[in-house]
Nanobody
Framework: LQLQASGGGLVQPGGSLRLACAAS????????IGWFRQAPGKEREGVAY????????NYADPVKGRFTISKDNNKSAVYLQMNSLKPEDTAVYYC???????????????????WGQGTLVTVSS
């Protein structure tokens, strides 16, 4: 199973970015994909997840109302639309998934089995 995140970059406060996670290798529709981030000197934290087979989503409080997670099954991709970005959103963003036939409803990183490489998001003027 492979995950590849992309779409990071430099954006001004109040701006928007869309991250993409290309996912391949699942053997069923039952799994959870999440977005996580890690700022310098801080622990990795969950941002949002989507349960693929149920279209259930959840968000961390700091991003509720600003970020939206979505999926495109035709493209085997999961997106994170980030609006109204703040300097405190600066971090390396990762996508991660559970293995096939395993669903979790948590933003706790240890519950995820596979991780993609990160993509850097910098929010600065």
């Amino acid at each position: 199973l492979q995950l590849q995140a992309s779409g990071g970059g430099l954006v001004q406060p109040g701006g928007s970015l869309r991250l993409a996670c290309a996912a391949s290798g699942f053997t069923s529709d039952d799994y959870t994909i999440g977005w996580f981030r890690q700022a310098p000197g801080k622990e990795r934290e969950g941002v949002a997840y989507v349960i693929n087979s149920h279209d259930i989503t959840n968000y961390a409080d700091p991003v509720k109302g600003r970020f939206t997670i979505s999926k495109d099954n035709n493209k085997s991709a999961v997106y994170l639309q980030m609006n109204s970005l703040k300097p405190e959103d600066t971090a390396v963003y990762y996508c991660a998934s559970t293995r096939s036939n395993r669903i979790v409803q948590t933003l706790n990183p240890p519950y995820y089995d596979y991780w993609g490489q990160g993509t850097l998001v910098t929010v600065s003027s």
